[in-house]
């Protein structure tokens, strides 16, 4: 009880009169937002700005056949900043494909794969990002023919030590 009051007190005063009395840890600071945290690193403001605050799929996110590798995914994906500005980001990403499922107000059906990459390292991360997008790029195959036409919902997860986990949702159209 005595947490939710201290809360309570942090929230209607902006935050910043009550960083003596701890309320930092609730992500305030001088009315402006807080150090990015999780995992335990903290990183300090303003640098905690230009990390990633959502994931936008680019235009150019398609469905595809990789020739005898089967069908798949071509994903395009920015991580845009406080500022809306793309930003690189260092961490796991996970991709999951559901059907789609028209008029209802839950949009993803049944599961058809999961894909994983971790662009934590340098190098790895650098071979992903493709500078005339301003955008990662990923390859997710190995699924099974896709009839033009037919919907689907990728959703990508982000997981970093420098930031709590993203989502972000697009819905594709096989052959389009």
């Not at 209607?12 to 930092?24: P, R, S, W």
């Not at 059906?109 to 990459?117: D, F, I, Q, R, V």
């Not at 919907?151 to 930031?163: D, P």
Request: aromatic share 12%; hydrophobic share 35%.
């Amino acid at each position: 009880m005595i947490a939710l009051h201290r809360i309570i007190a942090c929230l209607a005063l902006a935050g910043g009169l009550l960083a003596g009395a701890g309320c930092t840890d609730l992500g305030f600071k001088g009315g402006k937002a807080g150090p990015a945290r999780n995992s335990g690193v903290e990183i300090p403001y303003p640098v905690s700005l230009q990390l990633p605050k959502t994931l936008s799929f680019h235009p150019f996110t398609q469905t595809a056949s990789f020739g005898d590798s089967g069908w798949g995914v071509q994903v395009r994906l920015q991580a845009l900043d406080h500022y809306g500005d793309t930003t690189k980001a260092y961490g796991d990403f996970r991709f999951d494909l559901y059907t789609f499922q028209a008029y209802k107000s839950e949009r993803k059906g049944e599961k058809l794969a999961s894909w994983e990459s971790s662009l934590s390292e340098g190098d790895v991360n650098q071979k992903h990002w493709k500078r005339h997008f301003s955008a990662y790029e990923f390859t997710l195959g190995g699924l099974g023919p896709m009839t033009p036409g037919q919907k689907y919902v990728l959703v990508a997860t982000f997981t970093s030590s420098y930031k709590h986990r993203l989502h972000g949702e697009t819905i594709l159209t096989a052959g389009s």
